[in-house]
């Protein structure tokens, strides 16, 4: 018999130990890698890599080795200590070995039957999570995702699916002006139109304006429309602030609306005190976003949605007839192809168990207790500096910023200027991951320090080289004056 793909035991071995080694150096050498990459631009990595699906075969080695000589150095190092932008991918060796054997062993996860070890693995999971956030573990459920978007727009059809059955004209959602884009993207995918969306501003510390939502409410009522869902934010991407939770839930309660709260950045933040008494309010949602790959140290990908009752799921993406379910088996047999959108799916529980299992909680709480600390002291000692202004203060280990040195009298324009240009050249420097965002209508610098390895020294370093760069470019600005 003629055997397509498989390789022999020894091959099999000698091609996965290279591997392995190299994942490991890897990651043995994080630091004294460049966590940008090198070339940029489409031109040039079409030189690398545009050719035609080669018909031939090629020696397997050599196509690792094109890999790791192309695609590595071409590509960012989210888990550089350095990287301190968007959200990033601190993950960890333990999870980064359980995906690899999630991969090798390709157990599907879609049904019980097929696989009960995988949907036990993320029932017990998801119970971890559920006890972590104070959802009820009998009646309440949940389901992993490929990540917080997929976990927001399987969290809002369900939504709509309790609130509004099949009738949605009348509908209407309510977000705050911070809410992650990932919100508007489900909000479109569901179909809904312009006139059904509200977003409402948010305050100077961007937090939703509760009285501005109980209005929009009240108007929208008065016009014989349908509230029936908000997102709060617990931990925008932003500044890493939390919505009050607690009038939040109130109001919803108060109104039947369904609340949504998106802890796709934030969630992780639960397994410090600190971050915990932050969340007040969450166990009060009826549905919760989170996000492993971010703060609970996963590699992509992984997020998480949690749910009140697991009915709801259930009742909005099984698509078998009702009558059918108990001849389908133990109704705690969960079949995960009933509790969101993919049929086929990896098993993501498993990094996730391991990681836990060997690390033990107490090591996550440790290294986010830290993230917390770590950025809190970064605030301090950017407090204390002549050139930098701090913009939004340490929050769920995010801060904001920007250079603008007291005595040079600079003009809202040359900040945002000097502010832009201090990121292009950290970036061109290769040494650093440093964007801004707009906060404001002001440019500032953003950090997001919810990677363990980063150090005070690191980050004082980057400063330096701020500053420096900031010295250049004011230089410049005089000469052109
Ligand atoms: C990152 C993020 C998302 C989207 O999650 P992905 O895993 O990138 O799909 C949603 N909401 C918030 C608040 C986020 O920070």
Redesign the pocket.
């Known amino acids: 018999m003629e055997n397509y793909f498989d390789l022999s035991l020894e091959e099999m071995k000698s091609y996965g130990y290279k591997i392995v080694d190299l994942i490991a150096e890897h990651w043995d050498t994080m630091r004294e890698k460049k966590p940008v990459a090198e070339a940029s631009n489409r031109k040039d990595l079409d030189q690398i890599f545009l050719q035609e699906a080669p018909e031939k075969a090629s020696n397997a080695n050599d196509v690792l080795n094109f890999v790791m000589e192309n695609i590595v150095p071409n590509s960012t190092v989210v888990s550089h200590p350095k990287f301190y932008s968007f959200?990033p991918g601190p993950s960890n060796y333990i999870s980064t070995m359980a995906d690899s054997l999630a991969t090798g062993l390709n157990i599907f996860s879609g049904g019980w039957i097929a696989s009960p070890a995988a949907a036990e693995l993320e029932i017990v999971t998801v119970n971890w999570l559920l006890n972590m956030f104070n959802f009820p573990v009998k009646e309440g459920g949940g389901i992993f995702t490929s990540?917080?978007?997929?976990a927001?727009l399987t969290a809002l059809v369900t939504a709509r699916r309790i609130k509004c059955g099949d009738d949605f004209s009348k509908a209407v959602i309510y977000l705050s002006d911070q809410a992650?884009s990932?919100n508007i993207k489900a909000i479109k995918v569901l179909g809904f139109k312009k006139e059904q969306i509200r977003i409402i501003p948010t305050d100077f510390e961007f937090r939703i304006g509760i009285n501005k939502l109980k209005n929009a409410i009240a108007k929208d009522k008065l016009e014989g429309l349908q509230p029936f869902c908000f997102i709060a934010?617990a931990?925008?991407?932003n500044t890493g602030t939390v919505d009050p939770l607690n009038e939040i839930a109130d109001i919803c309660e108060k109104e039947n609306i369904w609340m949504h709260v998106?802890g796709?950045?934030g969630g992780g933040a639960i397994l410090s005190k600190k971050g915990k008494r932050m969340l007040t309010g969450i166990e009060r949602a009826d549905s919760l976003?989170v996000?492993p790959?971010?703060w609970f140290f996963q590699p992509y990908e992984i997020?998480g949605l949690l749910v009140k009752d697991a009915s709801w799921l259930s009742s909005t993406f099984s698509e078998k007839p009702e009558y059918l379910r108990d001849v389908e088996g133990n109704e705690s047999e969960i079949n995960f192809y009933d509790y969101g959108i993919q049929l086929t799916r990896r098993l993501r529980a498993l990094k996730f168990y391991m990681s836990i299992k060997t690390y033990g909680l107490e090591t996550f709480r440790k290294a986010v207790t830290y993230n917390i600390e770590l950025t809190e002291e970064v605030e301090e000692y950017l407090r204390k500096a002549k050139t930098w202004e701090v913009v939004s203060p340490a929050t769920l280990a995010i801060i904001n910023f920007r250079c603008n040195p007291i005595n040079e009298n600079l003009t809202e324009k040359q900040i945002d200027y000097l502010n832009q240009e201090i990121s292009k050249r950290v970036l061109a420097s290769r040494e650093a991951v440093f964007v801004t965002t707009i906060l404001n209508k002001q440019v500032v610098l953003r950090m997001c320090l919810i990677n363990p390895r980063t150090t005070i020294d690191d980050v004082k370093d980057t400063l330096n080289q701020c500053e420096k760069y900031a010295k250049e470019i004011l230089s410049e600005i005089k000469k052109e004056s």
């Open positions: 959200v990540g917080g978007s997929m927001n992650h990932s934010n931990g925008t991407t998106d796709a950045y976003t996000d790959h971010k997020g």
